[in-house]
């Protein structure tokens, strides 16, 4: 467990927040055991989204898709990057796509990006082709924004003609002509000069190319440093275009460069949050660093066709996914980025599909404003505006998929998402719930034709009650890094002295109301360890095991109890390991119970061991178990009663338990009358010892019997039968 866990989990519990726990009973046995295992979370990964996409394509194909966000962050890296534009819904292109990744594949690149200019993938009403804005079935204004989108790509670093100018926040971005704009000098693709060194490829090619943003000839940037119009490219010449410009780099195909999703998540989130938020000690620092990395990034953002992929995967035992809403746009989200990574991470699971519903990353026309057309969870009419944005992207998924979430908005008293399904305009408005991000669910599809109703598995919400009705209330986690990372001013204008009480009125009321916002906060990301410790597969328990001392004679019994706060029914078999014996049982109602062969006294280390199943992780417990020396009564009596001028015997008898080996070891008689003692010292044998009596003098001797006790027998005292000597 990482340091940040840790201490988590132990700032949760000072809060009095849900945290897994489960002391040791009273008179328990504390067993030790190492670092607690990683679960096995049973959550699924898409593998099939390319090849079904493709057909033909290769088996590990160098193909990767891109988001609008992380192509536009890719085009501002150093290096040489290969990359693909078109849809998948463009004719002929899929087979083009299938023989350029081949021939790079071939030639030594190690990637080959993908952008979609097509933010839907799809045809007909549904289409949202930026290249193409006209063609989107959008209200006037709303084409223009969308077709920003591209020409924002082409001004600031594929085409000419073109100029794109980002605010200072980078979250919007303002396009025009312009002559002066050169991003590709030789042999320009896309070149929107009002006298052009050629024609640009037209609006809805599809292109292959090689881009170096520090590239230059003649003085001027030339980024794209070869590239091929496969739209122009006969399918069966594309391998050979492709080869040819790749052999034409700098270094060939080998190469070219790649950059994984950890380094665009990391430069993405703690740039745009030092964009809005400059003072460290206010607002809590970078977000990401390389140590997030360290056991692999689990945060993988997708695209909209990957969503519907992924979606309409049926279930098997397995195919349950993890998905999280909201982009490096959102504050909320990068709040809790860095431990939503951990949690996967600490709990096998191997990708949180992230998808972000403002389909640019908020780059071009705002973020999730009410006027940004971009943003797809809005009302798809807005104000005056008919048919402003194409909210079925969003509509559509929830009404199909997502029919049993919960949000904290109450679409019958609140705010929903009106859209047009399937961007229908002559269809009849459905109404869904409107989530807030960030927005982490478990969903599994089902095996019917139609996604289950009950879909989503989990969910990661604060559940309140209404004081007045009883009924269930919701509140979504937005929270802010500077509170689930507590900085040091925890983000107020103000630094919070020593002494509090030299804060004024409005000071002390503002920090009161932060500290309630990092007990929220802490809140958040305790049930985010219960939303992924939760997940379909096997939990980590908390395991109680009680092995009380037993003496000599009696079989010991060994208890583990098995606890979990996700009522996960553990239902293997548990093994004890002690005294060379191995004792397998079935667990029962979260519990074994072993009964152990009769060991003689002595002290057993011992294993407690649970090969885990589909509810539990396996873990080993160990302790040591103490059996206890047995009780012996001693007894004896006379067999020949001296007298003054003879000696005689006495036997005795050192009883113990049936069954049970005899008493070993020393008895002592101490015959007493009055001052006069004498002492007696035998050894048993199979207990018992017949001794001689000296010669005693007339009267009554008291006969007082210790029993000194052995390997396997406490020491005993008795009174044993009077001696009368007569004579």
């Not at 985010?528 to 037993?550: E, I, K, W």
Request: proline share 5%; net charge positive.
């Amino acid at each position: 467990m990482s340091t940040t866990h840790l201490r988590r989990r132990l700032v949760a519990a000072t809060l009095g927040l849900a945290v897994a726990g489960s002391p040791l009973a009273a008179g328990a046995l504390a067993a030790t055991s190492g670092a607690a295992p990683v679960r096995g979370a049973a959550t699924a990964v898409d593998t099939t989204y390319l090849s079904d996409t493709f057909p033909g394509l290769s088996a590990s194909p160098v193909l990767e898709t891109v988001t609008y966000d992380r192509f536009q962050w890719l085009l501002q890296q150093s290096g040489q990057y290969a990359f693909l534009i078109g849809s998948a819904a463009d004719a002929d292109f899929p087979a083009k796509v299938v023989a350029a990744e081949a021939a790079a594949k071939a030639a030594g690149a190690v990637k080959v990006y993908w952008f979609d200019p097509n933010l839907t993938g799809q045809t007909g009403v549904k289409n949202l082709d930026t290249r193409n804005p006209g063609g989107i079935n959008l209200a006037t204004g709303s084409q223009t924004i969308y077709g920003n989108i591209w020409k924002n790509a082409l001004g600031q670093y594929l085409g000419n003609g073109i100029k794109s100018v980002p605010n200072a926040a980078q979250t919007t971005a303002t396009v025009s002509a312009d002559d002066t704009v050169v991003n590709d000098a030789v042999d320009p693709l896309w070149d929107y000069r009002s006298s052009p060194a050629a024609p640009p490829v037209a609006a809805a090619d599809d292109v292959f190319f090689v881009y170096d943003k520090d590239n230059t000839s003649g003085g001027q940037a030339d980024k794209i440093v070869k590239g091929v119009n496969l739209s122009a490219t006969a399918t069966g010449s594309v391998g050979t275009a492709v080869t040819a410009a790749l052999a034409g780099v700098t270094g060939g195909a080998a190469a070219i460069d790649q950059l994984d999703q950890f380094h665009w998540w990391k430069d993405a989130a703690n740039r745009k949050h030092d964009l809005s938020y400059t003072d460290d000690a206010r607002y809590g620092g970078n977000i990401l660093d390389d140590a997030d990395n360290a056991d692999g990034w689990r945060v993988k953002q997708i695209t909209y066709p990957e969503l519907l992929h992924l979606l309409s995967i049926k279930d098997t035992a397995d195919k349950n996914f993890v998905l999280l809403f909201g982009g490096t746009w959102c504050h909320n989200t990068r709040a809790v980025l860095k431990h939503v990574n951990e949690e996967a991470q600490e709990n096998g699971v191997t990708t949180v599909y992230n998808f972000d519903l403002v389909l640019d990353g908020g780059t071009t026309n705002g973020t999730n404003g009410g006027s940004n057309p971009i943003h797809v969870r809005d009302n798809a009419n807005s104000g005056s505006t008919f048919n402003f944005r194409p909210s079925y992207v969003y509509g559509d998924v929830v009404r199909s998929s997502f029919r049993n979430l919960v949000t904290e908005y109450d679409p019958n008293t609140g705010s929903r998402v009106s859209y047009y399904p399937n961007g229908d305009l002559a269809a009849f408005p459905d109404v869904v719930r409107k989530l807030q991000v960030p927005f982490l669910i478990n969903y599994q599809r089902g095996t019917g034709t139609n996604p289950s109703s009950t879909a989503v598995k989990r969910q990661w919400i604060q559940q309140n009650l209404d004081a007045s009705t009883g009924l269930p209330t919701f509140r979504e986690y937005m929270s802010e890094w500077w509170f689930t990372k507590p900085s040091a001013q925890l983000g107020l204008s103000f630094p919070i002295p020593a002494d509090e009480s030299t804060l004024t009125a409005p000071q002390a009321t503002q920090l009161s109301q932060a500290r309630d916002n990092v007990t929220f906060a802490q809140d958040a990301l305790a049930k985010l360890d219960d939303f992924f410790g939760g997940l379909p597969g096997a939990v980590v328990s908390t395991q109680t095991v009680t092995a009380p001392t037993v003496a000599y004679g009696t079989a010991p019994k060994i208890t583990v109890a098995i606890a979990n706060k996700f009522g996960r029914l553990p239902a293997g078999t548990a093994t004890l390991t002690v005294g060379g014996a191995s004792y397998p049982v079935q667990v029962a109602q979260n519990a074994a119970v072993f009964t152990v062969a009769k060991l003689v006294p002595g002290s057993y280390p011992f294993t407690v061991s649970y090969a885990g199943d589909d509810q539990i992780v396996s873990f080993s417990k160990a302790g040591t178990l103490t059996v206890a020396k047995a009780k012996a009564k001693a007894s004896g009596a006379a067999v020949k009663v001296p007298t003054s001028k003879k000696a005689g015997t006495y036997k005795v008898t050192v009883a113990t338990p049936a069954g049970l080996v005899k008493a070993t070891g020393k008895v002592t008689l101490t015959l007493s009358k009055g001052a006069a003692k004498k002492k007696v010292v035998g050894t048993l044998k199979a207990g018992v010892v017949t001794v001689t009596v000296p010669k005693l003098a007339k009267g009554g001797w008291k006969v007082a019997i210790g029993y000194a006790g052995d390997a396997k027998y406490l020491a005993a005292t008795a009174a044993g039968k009077a001696i009368t000597v007569k004579r």
